[in-house]
C-alpha cells in the first residue's frame, strides 16, 4: 500500500511535516483531505508553495478525496494523507479508504477539548469518531514526529 501516513493535524502541512516525515517516509506526494480547504482558493495555493520543490501536492474536499485515496492506495507512489479532523478521516475510511494506521499528530486546545497528549486535544465529537475508526480496524496511534515510538490511542483514551 503506498498510503504511508495518513495524519491527522489541524495545522495540516508545517514544519515537522516537511522537514521530517516527508523525508522519513520517502513519501513523493501530499494529498490534503478537508472540504473547507479545497474551498479556499488562497489557502490551497499557501499549502501549494509550503511543499517542498517536487512533491506535488492535492487539495481535495472529502469526495473527491476519497476517491483519489483509493486510486492511490492501488499505486506505487509514496503518498502522505492529512486531514484536519478525525471525522474526515471516518468519512475517508467509511468511503473505503484502505487505512490501517492513521497518526494523530496535532489538535489544538480549546473550550469544550479534553487533552489526551501534549498538542493533542479533542472534543467528544473527535473522541467518539477516533474510537469509531478503531472499531473498524483502523489502529489510531499518537506519533508526533516520526523519530518517536508511536503511543496507542487506546492508552491514552481514558474515557
Do not use: Y
Amino acid at each position: 500500500m503506498s498510503l504511508r501516513l495518513v495524519r491527522i493535524d489541524d495545522r495540516l502541512i508545517h514544519g515537522q511535516v516537511i522537514a521530517v516525515w516527508l523525508r522519513a517516509l520517502g513519501a513523493q506526494r501530499i494529498v490534503i483531505v478537508d472540504d473547507n480547504t479545497a474551498r479556499d482558493e488562497f489557502l490551497r495555493e499557501v499549502l501549494t508553495l509550503a511543499s517542498p520543490p517536487g512533491v506535488p501536492v492535492e487539495v481535495l474536499g472529502v469526495n473527491e478525496g476519497a476517491l483519489r485515496c483509493i486510486e492511490l492506495a492501488a499505486a506505487p507512489e509514496p503518498v502522505m494523507v492529512l486531514a484536519r479532523t478525525p471525522r474526515t478521516v471516518l468519512a475517508l475510511r467509511q468511503a473505503g479508504v484502505p487505512i490501517e494506521v492513521v497518526d494523530l499528530g496535532g489538535l489544538g486546545a480549546g473550550p469544550g477539548r479534553k487533552r489526551l497528549h501534549k498538542t493533542i486535544s479533542v472534543s467528544p465529537d473527535e473522541l467518539r469518531e477516533l474510537r469509531e475508526l478503531e472499531e473498524l480496524g483502523t489502529r489510531v496511534e499518537v506519533q508526533i514526529v516520526a523519530d518517536d515510538r508511536p503511543i496507542p490511542f487506546r492508552s491514552i483514551d481514558r474515557g
